[in-house]
């Protein structure tokens, strides 16, 4: 074998057709065995002594098997080589196969011999696959391969990795990645790439955006694993990276939590306009640089627009990356139209959303407004999307997306995703809407229900604030009153059903239409809150009967005072409501002794009236429950700061409210507030005349000269002849049935009021006198000749009252 010179048939140590490793022989031309390696000897059992010399078929080929040899020998010599596996025989006598290599060589004296180098067909078969694994990873594998030596410049690139750039795999040899990929971007790929080659720990599955600087707009992921590589003495050869292309797959994910995020965030509230700026926060700047969200001006008021809408919108909510893009657009609030042959004027003629990849310089923005098209261009805007706001088949806006600062522009995927943001923004825009219509009719008919304004009284000064609810609470069950009642009284009510909605609000004008009724009849404070309480029952055992299903009557509370400015008494009683707060003229808080008494509904427990004196300039807060509890304080927290707010420096009732508002509701409250504020005044002892008379047969003529001696000195003579005739016939009809001293008195303010008071509890009334009847028409004089009159029960005493308007006084005359 000395002079067959040895034959490298393969680089690879793997290779198992080595010489190094595998078995070999040579065969000269006349097919017999000139040379026999160890390792043949080791493969077939055969010793060289017992093969040199003799001829291949007569050792190693079975009788059966030499047509499949002599195919292979042709084929040897027509192509001066050949590769194969095929059958020999062992030593031993067993039949096994062998993968062969055969070779020519032509020797130093022309000669041609032929050099066969064998291995174990199994190590062939692995061998043949690890090669077609390797090169399939090269030349046809789908995912991309990139060999790098230890200084990370690349050896080996294979198609999938190098058409990322649009060049060929030979284009890279030699480069690192900093040389093609942008420069964040190749040195995140280094780091990872240097600590596998410095740790020996591979890296799996890394994903990392991987943008060329050959194409910088292009947006592109990539997922790496990398190992290191080393040779079998541990040297360290380099790094093997595993590239594939996970943009489709970034995006995907991107999108969903997007719209998860959006999903999360938008529709939080009950409100159009935070729910637009919603909008506005998910989109940007995850799909593009500048948003705005445009509504239709009735969406904007709770309506719905017409089919055929295309404006005026109102702008609801702006968002940028960039301060001065932000500047740029149309401000909230702002109301307008967008031009003709615009993208978004596109989209609302047409009801489909429009994709502008790039923004088209004859559009209509030009020609609407140049310069601020070209301050836009000049920013980089150059993309758009505008995408319909659709809900139930009617369109409510548009969402307009811009890009300016992300290079590339939008694709198909945008506008898919812009939808999605957009449906699920109109389906919460329009519940908002439609809300907002049902709440501002609940606030409507709440605002119906309760006193616009409140009439100047003599008995109070009054000032008031009613708050209603946030909207996503609904419309409350508050309600307040001033009711002016006999003899200059003033009835001051606060009240609260319990619940909030349609419901609660219909349930308090049944509730302020009772107390007006029964404040009419002069009821004291207990016996008006005893017949709500009866009331209230009643109407929850009918809305029972008429419908189950329907909110039920839960109960409310209530305050009632009566305030007399001629005798300054104040009696009042409370229904499960907070006690009012009262100051005294020097801002004292005076202490109160009310019973609470139960909520009304609960029935058949009772109230009790407390009565006190005030001092001429009291100030007497009554509220409801949501003033004290906001912004989640205590009861006993929210009296100290009511107390405070009230005793503190004000030009009127007015600033006090608003100091009282300020103080105590930074924020719009949960619940209703309702504030009624009244500063007492007391009549001028001038102003008022009382005498009592006797029970005797002259009474009713003493009454008629006092009377008239009066009106005389208050310069009322006018007045004389109709009150002296009121006066007559009440007088006598207490002396007539009630047989007790009678108290008459006379209370001159913007009208003539006469009280008639007796010890009995005999209810008057009007009737019709026949022709023939000797009396009855007393009361019926008083009817027609008093513009009101009435009776109001004491405890042990009923007084008759009429009132008369005052003359009016003589113009003034210029001499």
């Not at 096994?96 to 067909?121: I, T």
């Not at 699920?424 to 329009?430: H, L």
């Not at 989640?632 to 929210?638: K, N, P």
């Not at 009396?775 to 009817?783: E, K, M, N, S």
Request: contains cysteine.
């Amino acid at each position: 074998m000395h002079d067959t010179p040895p034959t490298t048939l393969s680089e690879s140590p793997e290779d198992p057709f080595s010489i190094h490793q595998s078995a070999s022989a040579v065969v000269d031309r006349r097919g017999r065995v000139v040379a026999w390696s160890e390792q043949a000897t080791k493969l077939l059992g055969y010793r060289a002594d017992e093969v040199l010399g003799r001829p291949v078929r007569e050792v190693l080929i079975d009788s059966g098997d030499e047509s499949v040899i002599a195919e292979a020998t042709h084929a040897c010599l027509r192509e001066g080589g050949w590769f194969g596996v095929l059958p020999v025989l062992h030593r031993a006598g067993d039949r096994v196969y062998v993968g062969f290599r055969a070779r020519c060589v032509q020797r130093l004296d022309s000669s041609v011999e032929w050099l066969l180098v064998g291995s174990r067909a199994e190590d062939v078969i692995q061998w043949e696959i690890d090669r077609g694994v390797l090169d399939g990873l090269f030349s046809r594998s789908p995912v991309g391969v990139v060999v790098l030596g230890p200084d990370l410049r690349v050896l080996r690139m294979n198609r999938a990795v190098a058409r990322f750039g649009g060049l060929p795999p030979e284009a890279y040899r030699g480069r690192r990645a900093g040389e093609f990929l942008l420069g964040a971007d190749a040195d995140l790929a280094e780091e990872k790439l240097r600590s596998v080659l410095e740790t020996g720990r591979p890296v799996i599955f890394a994903e990392q955006p991987a943008r060329l600087l050959s194409d910088t707009r292009k947006e592109l992921f990539i997922s790496i694993s990398a190992f290191r590589m080393e040779d079998p003495s541990g040297r360290v050869l380099g790094v093997t990276e595993i590239v594939e292309d996970v943009t489709d797959r970034h995006r995907a994910r991107r999108r969903l939590a997007l719209l998860n995020e959006a999903g999360a965030r938008i529709g939080s509230t009950l409100d159009v306009a935070t729910t637009a700026r919603e909008l506005a926060e998910s989109a940007v700047p995850e799909l593009a640089d500048a948003l705005s969200v445009d509504l239709l001006e009735p969406v904007t008021h709770g309506e719905e627009p017409a089919p055929d809408a295309t404006g005026p919108l109102r702008r609801m909510a702006v968002r940028s990356v960039r301060p001065d893009g932000q500047k740029l657009m149309y401000p909230v609030g702002h109301l307008f139209d967008f031009p003709d042959r615009t993208a978004p004027a596109r989209c609302l003629a047409e009801r489909r959303p429009v994709l502008e990849a790039t923004l088209d310089p004859d559009s209509g923005w030009f020609a609407a407004d140049p310069a601020r098209t070209e301050k836009a261009l000049a920013m980089g805007v150059h993309s758009l999307i505008v995408v319909p706001l659709t809900a139930r088949g009617v369109i409510l806006g548009l969402v307009c997306l811009w890009r300016s600062q992300r290079p590339e522009p939008f694709e198909e995927d945008d506008l898919a995703l812009a939808e999605e943001f957009a449906a699920r923004a109109a389906v919460c825009i329009d519940n908002a809407r439609r809300y907002t219509q049902q709440h501002q009719a609940a606030e409507a008919l709440q605002r119906s229900l309760l006193p616009s304004e409140v009439p100047e009284h003599p008995a109070v000064e009054t000032a008031h604030r009613y708050l209603p609810a946030q909207a996503s609470a609904g419309v409350g069950g508050d309600w307040f009153d001033v009711i002016p009642l006999s003899g200059l009284r003033v009835a001051l009510v606060v009240g609260d059903v319990v619940g909030h909605g349609m419901h609660a609000s219909a349930t308090m004008g049944r509730m302020r239409a009772a107390v007006r009724t029964l404040a009419h009849l002069d009821l004291a404070p207990d016996e008006v809150l005893a017949r709500l309480d009866d009331l209230v029952d009643q109407l929850a055992t009918e809305q029972q009967q008429i419908d189950a299903n329907m909110p039920q009557i839960l109960g409310a509370t209530c305050l009632y005072a009566i305030y007399d400015p001629v005798s300054r008494h104040c009696a009042m009683a409370r229904a499960g409501h907070p006690p009012p707060t009262v100051l005294g003229p020097d801002c004292q808080v005076r202490p109160l002794d009310l019973p609470a008494g139960p909520p009304l509904g609960l029935g058949g427990l009772p109230f009790e009236t407390a009565e006190l004196e005030l001092e001429e300039g009291s100030l007497i807060a009554l509220y409801s429950d949501g003033l004290l509890l906001a912004d989640q304080r205590d009861v006993d927290q929210g009296l100290a700061l009511l107390r405070t707010a009230l005793a503190g420096p004000a030009q009127s009732l007015e600033h006090t409210c608003k100091a009282v508002e300020d103080a105590m509701l930074p924020d719009r409250s949960a619940d209703d507030v309702t504030l009624l504020l009244g500063r007492t005044r007391v009549l001028a002892v001038d102003q008022v005349a009382t005498w009592e008379l006797s029970a005797e047969a002259t009474a009713a003529a003493r009454a008629r000269a006092l009377v008239t001696d009066r009106l005389t000195e208050w310069g009322l003579e006018e007045c004389a002849f109709a009150t002296e005739l009121i006066v007559s016939e009440l007088v006598t009809n207490a002396y007539r049935y009630a047989g007790g001293p009678v108290v008459l008195r006379l209370i001159r303010d913007g009208q003539l009021i006469c009280e008639v008071s007796d010890s009995s509890s005999t209810s008057p009334h009007l009737r019709q006198a026949s022709s023939t009847d000797e009396g009855g028409r007393g009361l019926f004089l008083v009817a027609q000749l008093a513009e009101r009159w009435g009776t109001r029960y004491g405890r042990n005493s009923k007084t008759i009252w009429a009132e008369q308007p005052l003359p009016e006084p003589p113009a003034e005359t210029n001499d």
